[in-house]
């Protein structure tokens, strides 16, 4: 496992080379691309979002788009189309953006929910239906979603549905003056963050160890009481007062998978109770629904789900 570890550590590497401060973002994509997730970044405009998913595309080697999601973006223009070929006379499939290893959908509520639903097919089967056709995307395949938590007019709110098919939403937010220091350096000596060649971000991965990192994941050790615990944690949501939404069994089983990618991602071939913690807010935060008068309060989902992570007892 050491090998595909190593490669792991080398991505983070190459994307530390544009992309500064925001380590916990870079290990919950690679927990997801190791177990097969999707992800929310949501952030202000500014905090290098759509570079970290550029990067990690790069880093990994893997085809890379993306698709600005606007009020007047059609579902064929994201899943493609059926058209005439010109020469042949016949109708042929015309693949639209999603084909390829990493989507970046970005600002991914401006969308109307028409659109936005083009990707639940893809996201949870890996496929896209057109016309009776069906037809396999690539493998891997990731979709990185975008999201401003403060400028809400004229978006169009995920439905839970879709919500449900993302592994994580992940906050990106302001680096500490180390770090912004260094990236306002960058600026100053006239480099585009962008320009990732030219930045010597290059493919530090290969397609045979990152299928070798799944199956070692698959092999992490879950011990029945951390199942237990997992258990437990759920059912807190689902009669906890400030929710009118808990969490299913299937994001229980999103939060142990996701735990066993980050024990593995810890050089663990075991899975602890911190691990689960550390990562309730992020599977969880957009899986659960807060009761009107306690948003109003000021309460916030991460925040509720930190207090039953201190009320649920930690197994030994």
Do not use: C
């Not at 997992?230 to 009669?239: D, F, G, H, N, W």
């Amino acid at each position: 496992m050491s090998d595909t570890r190593t490669m792991l550590t080398a991505v983070r590497d190459e994307i530390g080379k544009v992309v500064y401060g925001q380590d916990p973002v870079v290990w919950g994509l690679e927990a997801a691309m190791l177990v097969r997730g999707h992800v929310i970044l949501e952030g202000v405009p500014g905090v290098a979002k759509t570079l970290t998913a550029k990067a990690f595309a790069r880093a990994l080697g893997l085809g890379f788009r993306r698709i600005q999601f606007t009020p007047d973006l059609m579902p064929s223009d994201v899943t493609g189309n059926v058209v005439l070929d010109p020469d042949s006379h016949e109708l042929r499939f015309r693949p639209g953006p999603i084909f390829t290893n990493l989507v970046l959908a970005d600002e991914i509520n401006r969308a109307p929910p028409k659109t936005q639903a083009a990707l639940l097919e893809a996201m949870e089967e890996r496929q896209v239906s057109i016309e009776g056709e069906t037809h396999p995307l690539p493998d891997p395949f990731l979709v990185i979603a975008t999201q401003n938590p403060v400028e809400h007019e004229g978006t169009y709110p995920l439905p839970e549905a879709q919500l449900d098919r993302f592994l994580f939403k992940l906050r990106v937010g302001y680096p500490d003056a180390e770090h912004e220091r260094a990236v306002l350096r960058m600026h100053d000596e006239g480099k585009n963050p962008h320009d990732l060649a030219s930045l010597g971000v290059k493919r530090v991965a290969t397609a045979k160890a990152l299928a070798a990192g799944a199956r070692d994941v698959i092999a992490v050790t879950v011990a029945d009481e951390i199942i237990d615990y997992v258990i437990a944690l759920a059912a807190e949501t689902r009669s906890s007062p400030s929710l009118t939404l808990g969490v299913s069994p299937r994001g229980a089983a999103v939060l142990l998978t996701a735990a066993k990618a980050w024990a593995y991602l810890s050089n663990r071939d075991f899975v602890t109770p911190d691990d689960v913690k550390s990562l309730v807010r992020s599977a969880w935060g957009h899986r659960v629904a807060l009761r009107p008068e306690v948003e109003l309060e000021g309460a916030t989902p991460d925040a509720v789900l930190e207090g039953i992570v201190q009320r649920v007892a930690v197994p030994k």
